[in-house]
């Protein structure tokens, strides 16, 4: 079983810096990619940004490209999201999740694509 647990949401304000961590469980990390979503209030839940196996390929949603940084560590089963120039609809839930199939030329982005969540941290930007 794969667990995911996300960290470093808080309250910030606009201009603001966060940097969001999802530590994972398993002893397969370094096959997974890794994505991050969010989801605001009442609206459904968004590709953020994803990362191959070995950070050799990133992907962002237009919204985040260019604020945003996703970054991983095999060696401590952790993968992270940078997020600067923060602005008040950036607030979400955000949440870490994983992909195990193991496809190495794919990059997903899709939720289908995800077998495994985290349970979110919140991330509030106050204009």
């Known amino acids: 079983q794969v667990q995911l647990v996300e960290s470093g949401g808080g309250l910030v304000q606009a201009g603001d810096s966060l940097r969001l961590s999802c530590a994972v469980s398993?002893?397969?990390?370094?096959?997974?990619?890794m994505g991050w979503f969010r989801q605001a209030p009442g609206k459904e839940r968004e590709f953020v940004a994803a990362i191959n196996w070995n950070s050799g390929n990133t992907y962002y949603a237009d919204s985040v490209k260019g604020r945003f940084t996703i970054s991983r560590d095999n060696a401590k089963n952790t993968v992270n999201l940078q997020m600067n120039s923060l602005k008040p609809e950036d607030t979400a839930l955000y949440y870490c999740?994983?992909?195990?199939?193991?496809?190495?030329?794919?990059?997903?982005?899709?939720?289908?694509?995800?077998?495994?969540w985290g349970q979110g941290t919140q991330v509030t930007v106050s204009s």
């Open positions: 398993g002893r397969t990390f370094s096959r997974y990619a």
């Open positions: 999740a994983a992909d195990d199939s193991g496809r190495r030329y794919y990059l997903p982005r899709f939720e289908f694509d995800f077998a495994y």
